[in-house]
């Protein structure tokens, strides 16, 4: 089992070039190309910010080439992208066919793409419709991911497009195109309210199941931090994976976790990711499992 990790919480410390080569020095397999400054949100007004991030610029894809380029000079490969959120600010939307492109360049062969959380699967599907064609061009599979709502009053996480197991397959099955997969993210799943649990949903989903966003949480917030270090229960979704044939990457979104370290000291902080992506790779490669 390969692993790799999410680059964007290492880029806001050392930019993203030098977030690849921690990657590979740390020890991944290979790195998950996180676009989110491709298109900033706003989340109190829901209107675009100006962004100086090279993804947004001109020569985007001149940029992705070079990151590339330092992780094949350094021997990992960019395994699977993030497009930018929410899919239903319009800004961003015109974004999701270059986050595409920008994948391809990269090498990766995964572009996560969010549904609207409020929408029907069928009405997800007219959005992946859409881009589809694009992205069969480029040779990069759309992936959709379960999501999540907040309920304020029961002060927990409530329904939303693909947060249960039949949501989640009725989205798949809307579409019904091998280029449209799924990528599971665990920490949504076990988060309390909404879901009904990552073995479930591994269970329901088997082939389609092609990526995953790996990180711990107390099974009720979103935190986002390194596995191992909280409530939720690998040994029964590693068991889980095994037993479907997952044959993908374990793909880390640990993305919290490095909040409070510096550039002095974020190489750290890398490793301790690595080193939690290999124990979860080693669980799935052993014969006790």
Not at 226 to 232: H, K, Q, T
Not at 255 to 277: H, I, Q, T
Request: aromatic residues 8%; charged residues 25%.
């Amino acid at each position: 089992m390969k692993i790799s990790t999410e680059i964007n919480s290492i880029a806001r410390i050392v930019g993203m070039e030098r977030a690849v080569e921690l990657c590979a020095k740390a020890g991944f397999d290979a790195w998950d190309l996180s676009m989110f400054d491709m298109c900033r949100i706003d989340w109190k007004t829901m209107q675009p910010i100006e962004t100086d991030s090279p993804l947004s610029g001109g020569n985007y894809l001149s940029f992705v080439k070079k990151l590339r380029e330092i992780g094949e000079d350094n021997g990992i490969v960019c395994n699977q992208s993030h497009a930018p959120f929410p899919v239903h600010v319009a800004a961003v939307r015109s974004y999701l066919k270059r986050a595409i492109e920008c994948t391809a360049q990269a090498g990766g062969g995964i572009c996560v793409i969010h549904p609207d959380n409020n929408k029907t699967p069928e009405e997800n599907a007219e959005m992946y419709f859409e881009l589809l064609p694009f992205a069969k061009d480029c040779g990069v599979k759309i992936a959709t991911e379960n999501m999540w709502n907040w309920d304020k009053v029961k002060d927990e996480s409530s329904f939303a497009a693909c947060a249960t197991a039949d949501s989640f397959k009725n989205h798949i099955d809307a579409v019904n195109d091998s280029y449209l997969v799924a990528c599971l993210d665990i920490g949504h799943a076990e988060m309390r309210g909404s879901g009904n649990g990552a073995v479930n949903m591994i269970n329901a989903l088997g082939d389609s199941l092609q990526a995953l966003h790996i990180h711990d949480n107390d099974c009720w917030h979103d935190s986002h931090q390194i596995p191992f270090s909280m409530n939720i229960d690998f040994d029964a979704i590693v068991k889980a994976l095994k037993k479907v044939g997952y044959k993908g990457y374990f793909t880390l979104e640990a993305d919290r976790f490095l909040k409070p370290y510096c550039e002095d000291n974020v190489f750290e902080g890398v490793v301790k990711l690595c080193e939690s992506a290999r124990r979860l790779a080693d669980m799935f490669d052993s014969d006790g499992i």
